[in-house]
């Protein structure tokens, strides 16, 4: 069993690690959705892909589609659960989503439906 002055000397030298130890980019993301968000502004940064998801999957592969995106309010790279309408609007810019920034914002609730619709802007 370590002393707690090995420990304490341990952590210490963790602290100063050398420069070429410096981060590159986070390999694992937070997801975010559209279920509690209002608005969020976002710049996509690679392909959409389907992350298996057994708890949110609504399909047999028990898979999600998510795309990495950056939270341009808050710098913050995550991976964004893509509903259909998302998807859909995606699929359909001219030229690509990647590297294109969006405003996704909640609209208006659909009559005889649990979900509301979502308006989405392609950002200049």
Excluded: W
């Amino acid at each position: 069993m370590a002393k707690k002055e090995d420990v304490t000397k341990m952590v210490e030298e963790q602290e100063t690690a050398p420069v070429e130890f410096r981060r590159k980019r986070q390999i694992t993301l937070p997801l975010i959705s559209m279920a509690h968000r209002e608005v969020l502004y976002c710049e996509v940064t690679g392909e959409m892909m389907d992350a298996p998801m057994s708890g949110l999957a609504r399909n047999k592969e028990k898979t999600v589609p998510v795309v990495p995106v950056v939270d341009l309010e808050t710098g913050e790279e995550a991976l964004l659960i893509c509903s259909a309408i998302i998807k859909g609007a995606f699929e359909k810019v001219q030229g690509g989503y990647v590297g294109k920034r969006f405003e996704i914002r909640e609209g208006t609730p659909i009559p005889g439906k649990r979900y509301r619709a979502l308006d989405i802007f392609e950002l200049a």
